[in-house]
């Protein structure tokens, strides 16, 4: 079935440093691939997502480019933030295709940023 | 915005009682999930559901069950608390369409402490 493997944490940064979180996978076919964001005290919430080989997601400056050569999906940010600190997670579908959604997540990256 | 919402923050219930968390979505999703996060294990899928009435058994349903008798609610039950069900609890939905299905809502979790 399908597998996710992030790197472990903790990570911890000084603002304005540059981020990258690795995440490699592997699956059936070419699943859409995903990064979560948990702040503290919250839930998850959708990051980005990238729904085919050499899309990049982006959002609130962080970017993951799909690689279907290296199984990766590597979450990226340029000049992290004090309010970047949080949780994140790599994910994927158990299964290709259908609609009921379940997602396998890696275990998640403390990320802390000092200022 | 899709808010998914969660009976209670924090719980603490002695070991034996029959402990109900309740999770209730307010975009109509087809898609309910209960997860458990621990450190170190990440997201543990317990139970999902894909329409009312149906249940999926998840990766660690033992101890648990579910109930969903309306689309908008999904309870999760404890029949006899351990300890060892000490942990955060997290309640997510989705829409039941293809891709989409994946791009799932969490609530804020429940904090449950077993004595």
């Known amino acids: 079935g399908n597998s996710v493997t992030q790197m472990e944490g903790p990570v911890t940064l000084s603002e304005e440093a540059f981020l990258t979180i690795n995440c490699t996978y592997t699956?059936?076919?070419?699943?859409?691939l995903f990064w979560y964001v948990q702040y503290p005290g919250e839930g998850l919430q959708l990051l980005l997502k990238?729904?085919?080989?050499?899309d990049k997601g982006s959002n609130k400056g962080f970017e993951a480019t799909y690689r279907k050569e290296t199984t990766s999906f590597h979450l990226e940010k340029g000049s992290v933030q004090v309010s970047d600190s949080a949780v994140y997670f790599c994910?994927?579908?158990?299964?290709?295709?259908?609609?009921?959604?379940?997602?396998?997540f890696g275990k998640g990256t403390k990320l802390s940023v000092k200022p | 915005d899709v808010k998914v919402t969660q009976s209670s923050r924090y719980l603490v219930k002695r070991t034996g009682e029959k402990v109900f968390l309740e999770c209730v979505q307010d975009m109509d999703h087809e898609n309910m999930f209960w997860y458990r996060q621990d450190p170190g294990l990440g997201l543990r899928l317990i139970y999902f559901s894909y329409d009312v009435k149906m249940k999926e058994k998840g990766d660690i349903p033992e101890g648990y069950s579910v109930s969903r008798e309306k689309k908008e609610r999904f309870s999760l039950i404890l029949e006899s608390a351990s300890t060892n069900q000490t942990s955060m609890y997290l309640c997510?939905?989705?829409?039941?369409?293809?891709?989409?299905?994946?791009?799932?809502?969490f609530g804020p979790g429940t904090r449950l402490t077993v004595t």
């Open positions: 699956a059936t076919g070419y699943p859409s």
């Open positions: 997510a939905s989705s829409l039941g369409l293809a891709g989409a299905a994946y791009e799932q809502y």
């Open positions: 994910a994927l579908p158990m299964n290709y295709g259908g609609s009921q959604g379940n997602l396998i």
């Open positions: 990238a729904t085919k080989a050499d």
